[in-house]
């Protein structure tokens, strides 16, 4: 049963648009959450991160927003850029002390890829 | 700082071999973590350790054993390889476990046949 779930295997956008990367969450106790990018025969690199305390996080063109209502979160890239095209994973943690062994432990979404268009 | 290396980057297994995937980083980080994925999927935790000599079982621990003897290293060990066992592996790193980046090595992609 997947925890987080990315269910946009793939996204094509032209240049300069905007791009919307979606992430959806079942586990209630998730409060910290990530977005990693990864090119083709590289491992993945952190890009951005939220905690359940904020609802938006800000990194030049990258923005995520959390609705811990809806249990969902976007990635917003803006202009996109050829060079942004990559796979990009969605992670969720428990922070909480009460959530056990599992405390701090990264659970992946599927993916998905993000083609830019010149 | 060559931040975390993996080695080999690519091996062929017979199944029913053994092979040891090597991990080190120089960050002189305390977590460490090592995490397969499939094609198609996101990665899934096999094992993470907190410190030299301390390991704990992740998501999909069978069929792997690790080790912890130093900061700097951790290898995977597959004992009895199988096909389900093909993926690629990914080892990473991290300062401390709770809102710290795991910095991840480049992967050792691994075939059994």
């Known amino acids: 049963d997947q925890q987080v779930k990315q269910n946009s295997p793939s996204l094509s956008v032209q240049e300069g648009r905007i791009s919307i990367l979606n992430c959806d969450y079942t586990?209630?106790?998730?409060?910290?959450f990530l977005w990693y990018k990864k090119y083709p025969a590289e491992g993945p690199t952190f890009l951005i991160s939220?905690?359940?305390?904020?609802d938006k996080n800000e990194d030049g063109r990258f923005t995520v927003f959390l609705n811990k209502s809806a249990k969902h979160l976007s990635l917003h890239i803006v202009p996109s850029q050829p060079g942004d095209s990559a796979v990009y994973f969605c992670?969720?943690?428990?922070?909480?002390?009460?959530?056990?062994?599992?405390?701090?432990?990264?659970?992946f979404g599927k993916g998905t890829k993000l083609s830019v268009k010149p | 700082n060559a931040g975390v290396t993996q080695t080999p980057k690519f091996r062929i297994l017979k199944i029913g071999q053994s092979m040891t995937l090597q991990c080190a980083q120089d960050?002189?980080?305390?977590?460490m973590y090592w995490y397969r994925q499939d094609p198609g999927m996101g990665l899934k935790l096999i094992y993470y350790?907190?410190?030299?000599?301390?390991?704990d079982k992740g998501e999909v621990p069978n069929g792997y054993n690790v080790s912890r003897s130093t900061t700097e290293d951790f290898p995977l060990r597959l004992e009895l390889a199988a096909p389900s066992q093909t993926s690629v592996y990914f080892c990473?790193?991290?300062?401390?476990?709770?809102?710290?980046?795991?910095?991840f090595g480049p992967g050792t992609r691994l075939l059994v046949l």
């Open positions: 992670a969720a943690s428990a922070q909480r002390e009460n959530y056990g062994g599992s405390q701090g432990n990264l659970i």
């Open positions: 586990n209630s106790m998730f409060d910290y």
């Open positions: 939220i905690s359940s305390i904020k």
């Open positions: 960050m002189n980080h305390n977590y």
């Open positions: 350790s907190v410190g030299a000599g301390i390991t």
């Open positions: 990473a790193s991290a300062r401390d476990r709770l809102q710290e980046t795991q910095y």
